[in-house]
């Protein structure tokens, strides 16, 4: 329902009839795929999304395929260097081995590079190679993007430390943030999308954290909590007096609203001032 655009657009292209499904939900899905099971079925999702932080619940979905038949399509971009053992992506987060599910992701996130990829069973990686027309008539990655990507997944596969490093970086801003109050979507992952009540104070607060040094993007994007939310993230570089400073500006950020809000104001009146509001 509220996948990235980009699959919206190659699914049409590609010729396919688009049924959307609710939000995360397995038994809507299920209950689509029972209806067109005659016609062939092809479920496509976001792992992780932009827009609000949540993870597709991939389990569920390859249990709503046809039985025997069928495609689980899973766009990893948000995931891939992110959730997962090693930062290896939903598959690994969910501990997923399975034929019908093909990864797609891009190399230009997470793991720093440059182009994308599909992870699949090599049949399927040959009938992409063969059918796919995008793929075809694109030109190829140059090599040396291409080395880097394989030097980054080395990385990846010996080393440990960045995705711990971001797993503990992410748990510490979600405490930080729902410490104060601040309402967002409960998967681990370091995408945290919210908003601040009222909606008028939001616009204020981005403008204070800019004054203060922090860049807390304020954003109109579909599929979010509301028309305009803040989306933050963090990233195993970042360190813990650096999200501490994010929790701490927001936390002022709040406070001086509250102040302000609660003031007491001066109402004029003929012969003397006249306190109004709350004491």
């Keep these: 329902e509220i996948c990235h655009r980009s699959i919206v657009h190659a699914v049409e292209a590609a010729g396919f009839e688009v049924f959307r499904y609710k939000h995360l939900s397995v038994t809507d899905a299920t209950r689509l795929a029972r209806e067109h099971e005659a016609d062939g079925v092809t479920i496509w ?48 987060y969910f501990g997923l081995r399975d034929p019908r599910l093909m990864i797609t992701t891009t190399l230009a996130k997470g793991l720093g590079c ?14 992409v190679r063969e059918h796919a027309g995008i793929y075809r008539g694109t030109t190829p990655v140059p090599p040396p993007y291409a080395h880097a990507a394989r030097a980054a997944l080395r990385v990846m596969q010996r080393e440990d430390g960045p995705a711990e490093r971001l797993a503990e970086n992410t748990r510490l801003a979600r405490a930080g943030l729902e410490a104060l109050g601040i309402k967002i ?13 009222p909606r008028e104070f939001q616009e204020k607060a981005h403008e204070g954290l800019l004054r203060d040094g922090i860049l807390a993007p304020h954003i109109e994007y579909p599929g979010g909590p509301a028309d305009r939310y803040f989306r933050v993230t963090v990233n195993a570089a ?3 007096e650096q999200i501490q400073r994010l929790i701490g500006a927001f936390a002022g950020q709040i406070r001086g609203w509250h102040a302000q809000s609660t003031r007491p104001k001066t109402v004029r009146t003929g012969k003397a001032g006249v306190a109004a509001g709350a004491p």
Excluded: N
């Design 185 to 197: 979507h409960s998967d681990p992952v370091p995408i945290m999308t919210f908003t601040l009540d």
């Design 238 to 240: 970042h360190t813990s």
């Design 114 to 127: 440059y182009g994308g990829c599909v992870a699949a069973t090599r049949e399927r990686i040959a009938s």
């Design 45 to 92: 999702t976001d792992t992780v999304f932009a827009a609000d932080g949540a993870i597709a619940r991939l389990p569920g979905l390859l249990d709503a395929l046809p039985q025997g038949g069928g495609a689980l399509i899973a766009d990893d971009c948000h995931g891939f260097c992110a959730i997962g053992p090693y930062g290896r992506g939903a598959a690994a």
